[in-house]
């Protein structure tokens, strides 16, 4: 019984057991589904979790626990656990045999694959055992490691993998087919590309893809007219990608063909909208198609876009610029665009048509010296050039058109043999390099050019010319007898018939006979001239005053008053002259009321005359004359009260002393004489006073001062014998021969020996000037300034011009005006007038006070014509002071004034200015033609031709045109100015930087997209 009862506990015990198994392998399977079914929904976490639990529970018999393991495993890489990929490999360790392992590396391949870690991803599938895959499953490996070497740039091994799924067909064939045709086409195999791609092009998903892809098949293979016909056949295919990509390939087809028509109007389909960022190279062949069919707006357009510094398309752009622009003739933009063009050294016939056409351009340009430079080099580097003759005929040319002369001189001159053509291409490049010179005031060299000039005398307007300006220039150089033949030279022309030029001619000629004192040659001139000289004539009453001099110096003194009234009548600036001058005659005609109006009339309404002490004196001496003492000392003290500084004042306290010697007011008379002794010791009226002065002296009871003031006249002019003149005269010698720096020393000893000496003043003035003249600018400034304080010194009016000049030389411009105020009032004569009102006018401009400025340029307009560069200066003066003040309206037409006489450097500001203001008024149509026409008007003044190059080139930047702005500053690079090639860097730098500061700002274009 017990033994049943065992027994039965037993069986018991194993159906629990068994029982108790059953459920729990029942619950396992649950786990197991479970998570397999979390897994297909993409729930890795809970599916992670299920799986967990099932390997805990479950036998370790079950065969579902190497998948669960596997199913773990997976769900930790799609939870990116770091241990995934170990996991996985463990797994293959573990069941090498388990189906799993064989595609294991298949599904992290997949998962690498779906997260675009490619690199991954590729690893994966080469690790893949592809027969443990079925056939869809291989088909998709297959293609996807393809892509992921395809991404990876692994071109050859992807195009294996693709080229294994391109003729099967199913989900990866048109794909596999697309990407073969595309790694083949990067690789030059185009038959096999076309094939590839034309195959998946049957494919609805490829068929708006692949055409772009075939057209440059085509293209590659030269195959053009395939490649038009394709395109019109893919063309109305209804969402075509890049169908404007297949346009300009058709275009770049024709291109090709030189069907320049069909051409452009694919390059335009292609551009419109993406000029700014489309390929220089089709730019350029837009531009070249446009430009064959004389459509010159989108030629220009496209070839200024495809325009760029560093490589060869630029310059080809430049060299079809260059031609545009001479279509439209716009010759400077046509010249900058050649000369970019020519520096294209690969293409040597580029070169040679480019610096051609840029010589023949700068020729037209009135740029001579330039294209004479072009011409030469040109003809040595291509000797056999197709143009060579037109080169030499042009050559020549532009020596007989010069308006810049230095080349053309010495080119001439070196030639062995030349052609009267050539004969009169010196005479006027050396007359007109002559002038120039002249405007500058350098009378040596011009005189020389004047000379070469006659040598050749071809042309007799030239050698008129030539003459005349020889003239003057020896007039001002004060050689009268040199200047009386070369005017003498046109006079004898025979049939000259220029008026103008004889009528200036009789004016040159009497001067040049007059300062020689030879009145009766000078009369006959003068009078030539006031009777053929039109009434706007600007010389008419200066020769009119002439003509009545000679009259006066010849005692004709009813001709003299005749013509000093005519003068008058003309009112000049001499109008003062001309009625003291009547005043005189009249007096000496002992017409002495009449002489006395005439006087009156200088005294009364030209106070600021520089006549004024002259007419005051002489009004007194009609009183002397008279025996109108008291009248007469009237007059006299008025002047040294007024004018101490006059010429005058020694005669008039002599005068005044013999006035009133005649009216016994001896004591008056002693003091004005020793007046004389004591101010004016060195004065030629000191002379007279000694004998004089006694008697008045013993008449006033003042005997004993005799002696004193004898003394001081010995002292004052010693024997002339005396060594201490000797020393005098050798320091002032040394001056005189220009010796300078010895000069110095020894007028330094002189006053070192002799501080009491009556030539003090004088040697100190010679010793300042030898400084001057080696522009020791402080020393002078200095010695000057003390030699100014004697005011009674004879040269007193040059001493405070100096003053004035150094002063304004280094921009001292308020001490400037002080001393050119003080010249005004001393002046001698026009010269050191205009000198007074010409350096008031630029330092009150320089002190920004415009209105003072205006002032003096207007004073100079009308009284200072000393010649036409101080008449232009003024006008360029009244521009700038108007553009100062903001008047951009009145400053053009004082410019416009300045530019219709003016031809020398005076005019090359004005129009300089005048192209600032149209720029500043953003007018820059008129600002490029004005200093374009600078250049070639006056391309003798570098100065101003090299800052309107700079000035153009920020027009054009105005104008939105950066190729121009960068050409016109490269053609700076050899520039004979080095500050302008400084600037002209500076501006290209910082356009260049802006530049690129521009590109780097733009989006780019992605080659991955």
Same mark, same amino acid.
């Given at each position: 019984?017990?033994?049943?009862?065992?027994?039965?506990?037993?069986?018991?015990?194993?159906?629990?057991?068994?029982?108790?198994?059953?459920?729990?392998?029942?619950?396992?399977?649950?786990?197991?589904?479970?998570?397999?079914?979390?897994?297909?929904?993409?729930?890795?976490?809970?599916?992670?979790?299920?799986?967990?639990?099932?390997?805990?529970?479950?036998?370790?018999?079950?065969?579902?626990?190497?998948?669960?393991?596997?199913?773990?495993?997976?769900?930790?890489?799609?939870?990116?656990?770091?241990?995934?990929?170990?996991?996985?490999?463990?797994?293959?360790?573990?069941?090498?045999?388990?189906?799993?392992?064989?595609?294991?590396?298949?599904?992290?391949?997949?998962?690498?694959?779906?997260?675009?870690?490619?690199?991954?991803?590729?690893?994966?599938?080469?690790?893949?055992?592809?027969?443990?895959?079925?056939?869809?499953?291989?088909?998709?490996?297959?293609?996807?490691?393809?892509?992921?070497?395809?991404?990876?740039?692994?071109?050859?091994?992807?195009?294996?993998?693709?080229?294994?799924?391109?003729?099967?067909?199913?989900?990866?064939?048109?794909?596999?087919?697309?990407?073969?045709?595309?790694?083949?086409?990067?690789?030059?195999?185009?038959?096999?590309?076309?094939?590839?791609?034309?195959?998946?092009?049957?494919?609805?998903?490829?068929?708006?893809?692949?055409?772009?892809?075939?057209?440059?098949?085509?293209?590659?293979?030269?195959?053009?007219?395939?490649?038009?016909?394709?395109?019109?056949?893919?063309?109305?295919?209804?969402?075509?990608?890049?169908?404007?990509?297949?346009?300009?390939?058709?275009?770049?087809?024709?291109?090709?063909?030189?069907?320049?028509?069909?051409?452009?109007?694919?390059?335009?389909?292609?551009?419109?909208?993406?000029?700014?960022?489309?390929?220089?190279? $089709?730019?350029?062949?837009?531009?070249?198609?446009?430009?064959?069919?004389?459509?010159?707006?989108?030629?220009?357009?496209?070839?200024? !876009?495809?325009?760029?510094?560093?490589?060869?398309?630029?310059?080809?752009?430049?060299?079809? !610029?260059?031609?545009?622009?001479?279509?439209?003739?716009?010759?400077?933009?046509?010249?900058?665009?050649?000369?970019?063009?020519?520096?294209?050294?690969?293409?040597?016939?580029?070169?040679?048509?480019?610096?051609?056409?840029?010589?023949?351009? +700068?020729?037209?340009?009135?740029?001579?010296?330039?294209?004479?430079?072009?011409?030469?080099? !040109?003809? $040595?580097?291509?000797?056999?050039?197709?143009?060579?003759?037109?080169?030499?005929?042009?050559?020549?040319?532009?020596?007989?058109?010069? @308006?810049?002369?230095?080349?053309?001189?010495?080119?001439?001159?070196?030639?062995?043999?030349?052609?009267?053509?050539?004969?009169?291409?010196?005479?006027?490049?050396?007359?007109?390099?002559?002038?120039?010179?002249?405007?500058?005031?350098?009378?040596?060299?011009?005189?020389?050019?004047?000379?070469?000039?006659?040598?050749?005398?071809?042309?007799?307007?030239?050698?008129?010319?030539? @003459?005349?300006?020889?003239?003057?220039?020896?007039?001002?150089?004060?050689?009268?007898?040199?200047?009386?033949?070369?005017?003498?030279?046109?006079?004898?022309?025979?049939?000259?018939?220029?008026?103008?030029?004889?009528?200036?001619?009789?004016?040159?000629?009497?001067?040049?006979?007059?300062?020689?004192?030879?009145?009766?040659?000078?009369?006959?001139?003068?009078?030539?001239?006031?009777?053929?000289?039109?009434?706007?004539?600007?010389?008419?009453?200066?020769?009119?005053?002439?003509?009545?001099?000679?009259?006066?110096?010849?005692?004709?003194?009813?001709?003299?008053?005749?013509?000093?009234?005519?003068?008058?009548?003309?009112?000049?600036?001499?109008?003062?002259?001309?009625?003291?001058?009547?005043?005189?005659?009249?007096?000496?005609?002992?017409?002495?009321?009449?002489?006395?109006?005439? %006087?009156?009339?200088?005294?009364?309404?030209?106070?600021?005359?520089?006549?004024?002490?002259?007419?005051?004196?002489?009004?007194?001496?009609?009183?002397?004359?008279?025996?109108?003492?008291?009248?007469?000392?009237?007059?006299?003290?008025?002047?040294?009260?007024?004018?101490?500084? *006059?010429?005058?004042?020694?005669?008039?306290?002599?005068?005044?002393?013999?006035?009133?010697?005649?009216?016994?007011?001896?004591?008056?008379?002693?003091?004005?004489?020793?007046?004389?002794?004591?101010?004016?010791?060195?004065?030629?009226?000191?002379?007279?006073?000694?004998?004089?002065?006694?008697?008045?002296?013993?008449?006033?009871?003042? @005997?004993?001062?005799?002696?004193?003031?004898?003394? *001081?006249?010995?002292?004052?002019?010693?024997?002339?014998?005396?060594?201490? +003149?000797?020393?005098?005269?050798?320091?002032?010698?040394?001056?005189?021969?220009?010796?300078?720096?010895?000069?110095?020393?020894?007028?330094?000893?002189?006053?070192?020996?002799?501080?009491?000496?009556?030539?003090?003043?004088?040697?100190?003035?010679?010793?300042?000037?030898?400084?001057?003249? %080696?522009?020791?600018?402080?020393?002078?400034?200095?010695?000057?300034?003390?030699?100014?304080?004697?005011?009674?010194?004879?040269?007193?009016?040059?001493?405070?011009?100096?003053?004035?000049?150094?002063?304004?030389?280094?921009?001292?411009?308020?001490?400037?005006?002080?001393?050119?105020?003080?010249?005004?009032? $001393?002046?001698?004569?026009?010269?050191?007038?205009?000198?007074?009102?010409?350096?008031?006018?630029?330092?009150?401009?320089?002190?920004?006070?415009?209105?003072?400025?205006?002032?003096?340029?207007?004073?100079?307009?009308?009284?200072?014509?000393?010649?036409?560069?101080?008449?232009?200066?003024? @006008?360029?003066?009244?521009?700038?002071?108007?553009?100062?003040?903001?008047?951009?309206?009145?400053?053009?037409?004082?410019?416009?004034?300045?530019?219709?006489?003016?031809?020398?450097?005076?005019?090359?500001?004005?129009?300089?200015?005048?192209?600032?203001?149209?720029?500043?008024?953003?007018?820059?149509?008129?600002?490029?033609?004005?200093?374009?026409?600078?250049?070639?008007?006056?391309?003798?003044?570098?100065?101003? $031709?090299?800052?309107?190059?700079?000035?153009?080139?920020?027009?054009?930047?105005?104008?939105?045109?950066?190729?121009?702005?960068?050409?016109? %500053?490269?053609?700076?690079?050899?520039?004979?100015?080095?500050?302008?090639?400084?600037?002209?860097?500076?501006?290209?730098?910082?356009?260049?930087?802006?530049? %690129?500061?521009?590109?780097?700002?733009?989006?780019?274009?992605?080659?991955?997209?």
């Amino acid at each position: 019984m017990r033994k049943l009862l065992v027994l039965a506990g037993v069986c018991l015990l194993a159906s629990l057991a068994y029982s108790q198994n059953n459920l729990s392998q029942q619950h396992a399977e649950r786990l197991f589904n479970s998570g397999v079914d979390l897994v297909n929904h993409n729930q890795y976490g809970a599916a992670r979790e299920v799986f967990g639990e099932y390997l805990a529970v479950a036998a370790g018999t079950d065969a579902r626990r190497a998948d669960a393991e596997y199913y773990k495993a997976f769900c930790s890489l799609n939870l990116y656990h770091s241990d995934a990929e170990k996991q996985i490999g463990s797994f293959i360790a573990r069941y090498p045999t388990h189906p799993r392992a064989g595609t294991a590396n298949y599904d992290l391949a997949n998962f690498y694959y779906t997260e675009k870690n490619y690199k991954k991803a590729a690893s994966y599938y080469s690790k893949t055992e592809f027969a443990a895959l079925a056939q869809d499953q291989q088909r998709t490996a297959h293609f996807r490691w393809g892509y992921s070497l395809f991404n990876q740039r692994n071109l050859k091994e992807a195009l294996d993998q693709f080229n294994y799924n391109k003729s099967l067909g199913g989900e990866y064939g048109p794909a596999s087919s697309y990407y073969a045709g595309f790694i083949e086409f990067s690789q030059g195999d185009y038959s096999n590309a076309l094939i590839d791609l034309k195959r998946a092009g049957q494919n609805e998903a490829y068929s708006k893809i692949v055409p772009y892809l075939i057209a440059n098949v085509y293209y590659q293979q030269k195959s053009y007219d395939e490649l038009i016909a394709y395109a019109k056949e893919v063309s109305s295919r209804d969402g075509l990608t890049n169908k404007e990509e297949i346009a300009l390939l058709s275009a770049e087809a024709y291109f090709k063909k030189t069907d320049y028509n069909n051409a452009y109007a694919g390059y335009q389909q292609y551009l419109n909208g993406r000029e700014a960022k489309a390929d220089k190279g $089709v730019l350029f062949r837009a531009g070249y198609s446009a430009y064959t069919l004389n459509e010159n707006e989108p030629a220009t357009k496209y070839l200024k !876009l495809s325009f760029a510094d560093s490589d060869s398309i630029g310059f080809y752009s430049a060299y079809y !610029l260059g031609s545009l622009y001479l279509k439209q003739n716009q010759k400077p933009m046509a010249q900058t665009a050649f000369d970019i063009a020519r520096k294209f050294k690969p293409d040597p016939k580029l070169v040679e048509e480019s610096t051609y056409q840029f010589a023949k351009v +700068s020729y037209d340009m009135g740029q001579p010296d330039k294209a004479i430079t072009e011409f030469e080099k !040109l003809l $040595v580097a291509y000797p056999n050039s197709t143009h060579a003759e037109e080169i030499k005929e042009l050559l020549g040319q532009a020596y007989v058109n010069a @308006s810049n002369y230095n080349k053309a001189i010495e080119y001439i001159e070196a030639m062995k043999t030349r052609s009267s053509a050539v004969d009169r291409a010196f005479q006027k490049a050396t007359l007109l390099k002559g002038m120039e010179y002249f405007n500058k005031d350098d009378y040596f060299n011009a005189v020389q050019l004047f000379e070469k000039s006659l040598r050749f005398p071809v042309e007799p307007d030239y050698v008129a010319e030539a @003459s005349f300006w020889s003239g003057e220039a020896y007039s001002i150089g004060k050689r009268y007898d040199q200047a009386a033949e070369q005017y003498q030279r046109i006079i004898a022309m025979p049939g000259y018939n220029n008026t103008e030029l004889l009528v200036k001619t009789r004016y040159g000629l009497g001067y040049a006979y007059f300062n020689t004192k030879q009145y009766d040659r000078a009369l006959f001139n003068f009078k030539e001239f006031v009777n053929k000289a039109p009434r706007n004539q600007p010389n008419l009453a200066d020769g009119t005053l002439r003509l009545a001099d000679c009259y006066y110096v010849s005692k004709s003194y009813p001709d003299a008053l005749i013509n000093y009234r005519k003068a008058a009548q003309l009112k000049s600036a001499d109008e003062d002259y001309a009625h003291l001058q009547a005043g005189v005659v009249l007096a000496t005609l002992s017409k002495y009321d009449e002489a006395a109006t005439e %006087l009156e009339t200088v005294i009364r309404n030209f106070g600021q005359s520089s006549f004024l002490d002259e007419a005051m004196y002489e009004r007194a001496q009609i009183d002397f004359e008279q025996g109108n003492y008291a009248n007469a000392v009237t007059g006299y003290t008025a002047l040294i009260q007024t004018k101490p500084t *006059s010429q005058y004042i020694p005669y008039a306290y002599t005068r005044r002393a013999a006035s009133n010697f005649n009216l016994k007011e001896y004591g008056k008379t002693a003091n004005d004489y020793i007046a004389v002794l004591e101010n004016f010791a060195s004065h030629p009226a000191s002379s007279d006073v000694l004998i004089p002065l006694q008697e008045a002296l013993n008449l006033s009871g003042r @005997s004993g001062e005799f002696d004193k003031y004898l003394a *001081s006249y010995k002292t004052a002019h010693p024997d002339a014998k005396g060594i201490e +003149s000797v020393e005098y005269e050798a320091a002032k010698n040394l001056y005189f021969s220009q010796k300078y720096q010895q000069a110095i020393t020894s007028l330094g000893n002189y006053l070192i020996s002799y501080p009491q000496s009556a030539n003090v003043s004088e040697a100190k003035y010679y010793q300042a000037e030898s400084h001057y003249r %080696l522009k020791e600018w402080n020393k002078a400034l200095s010695i000057y300034q003390d030699v100014a304080q004697d005011k009674n010194f004879l040269f007193a009016g040059k001493v405070v011009g100096r003053l004035a000049e150094l002063e304004f030389k280094q921009a001292n411009y308020v001490k400037a005006v002080t001393n050119f105020q003080q010249l005004v009032k $001393v002046a001698a004569n026009k010269k050191e007038q205009y000198t007074a009102w010409s350096g008031l006018m630029e330092s009150h401009y320089l002190l920004a006070q415009y209105d003072s400025a205006e002032k003096y340029a207007r004073i100079i307009l009308e009284k200072g014509n000393i010649n036409a560069g101080a008449q232009n200066k003024a @006008s360029l003066f009244l521009g700038k002071a108007a553009m100062a003040r903001g008047d951009y309206e009145l400053a053009q037409d004082e410019f416009l004034n300045t530019l219709n006489s003016a031809q020398d450097e005076y005019g090359a500001e004005a129009k300089y200015l005048l192209g600032e203001i149209q720029y500043l008024t953003k007018q820059h149509k008129p600002c490029y033609e004005t200093l374009v026409s600078l250049n070639t008007d006056f391309a003798a003044y570098p100065e101003w $031709v090299g800052r309107s190059f700079l000035l153009l080139a920020d027009n054009y930047l105005a104008m939105g045109d950066a190729f121009q702005a960068k050409g016109t %500053l490269r053609s700076l690079e050899a520039f004979p100015l080095e500050h302008i090639k400084g600037m002209a860097r500076e501006k290209l730098k910082k356009i260049e930087a802006d530049e %690129l500061k521009k590109k780097t700002e733009a989006k780019p274009d992605s080659l991955d997209n």
